[in-house]
Antibody, heavy 118, light 108 residues
Framework: QVHLVQSGPEVKKPGASVKVSCKASGYTFRTFGINWVRQAPGQGLEWMGWISAYNGNTNYAQKVQGRVTVTTDTSTSTAYMELRSLTSDDTAVYYC???????????WGQGTLVTVSS | SSELTQDPAVSVALGQTVRITCQGD??????ASWYQQKPGQAPVLVIY???NRPSGIPDRFSGSRSGDTASLTITGAQAEDEADFYCYSRDMSGTHCVFGTGTKVTVL
């Protein structure tokens, strides 16, 4: 059974950084990539980026390029998403989700609420 | 703004059929997948590769594509199908991924 378990909620001040973790289980971690998707309150889904757990290749959405870094630790089957220079517009639920590059996303984490507030 | 456009909301009578569309030029070249999201929950994959259903998804969900438009059809809608639905594919350049704008389905 595939599971993606994310770290807990975060409250950050504007200008700070946040790092969300996503621990995978139930499959061979290196055989699939991990997407990061966010959803602002009352809004739709927004794709942020993707990383290959096999070779570390990444691809980021233009909107967050330069502020986001996605990494993996294959020894612990964990993916990480770090977002810097936070503003109130970054307040959202952040999801990690399994998928090969440019194809369907078949399993999702439970989501992590990141609140940016002064 | 998203390169994949969906109608904001549709309604369907219980047991009837509803079709949700997703329009974008990139759909001529790349597969679409569809996700159902209920309030407070993570999305769930319901269709991949334009018209394939994952195991465990009821067969009342089906997908298709014609030209630049992908469609998700619910045949015999149930009360539990009430949710937001999103399409997903690559953008026109093929170098990034994008979600559709989302459609809220109400079952009357």
């Amino acid at each position: 059974q595939v599971h993606l378990v994310q770290s807990g909620p975060e409250v950050k001040k504007p200008g700070a950084s946040v790092k969300v973790s996503c621990k995978a289980s139930g499959y061979t971690f290196r055989t699939f990539g991990i997407n990061w998707v966010r959803q602002a309150p009352g809004q739709g889904l927004e794709w942020m980026g993707w990383i290959s757990a096999y070779n570390g290749n990444t691809n980021y959405a233009q909107k967050v390029q330069g502020r986001v870094t996605v990494t993996t630790d294959t020894s612990t089957s964990t993916a990480y998403m770090e977002l810097r220079s936070l503003t109130s517009d970054d307040t959202a639920v952040y999801y990690c989700a399994r998928g090969d590059w440019g194809t369907e996303i078949d399993f999702w984490g439970q989501g992590t609420l990141v609140t940016v507030s002064s | 703004s998203s390169e994949l456009t969906q109608d904001p909301a549709v309604s369907v009578a219980l047991g009837q059929t509803v079709r949700i569309t997703c329009q974008g030029d990139s759909l001529r070249s790349y597969y679409a997948s569809w996700y159902q999201q209920k309030p407070g929950q993570a999305p769930v994959l319901v269709i991949y590769g334009n018209n394939n259903r994952p195991s465990g998804i009821p067969d009342r969900f089906s997908g298709s594509r014609s030209g630049d438009t992908a469609s998700l059809t619910i045949t015999g809608a149930q009360a539990e199908d009430e949710a937001d639905f999103y399409c997903y594919s690559r953008d026109m350049s093929g170098t990034h991924c994008v979600f559709g704008t989302g459609t809220k389905v109400t079952v009357l």
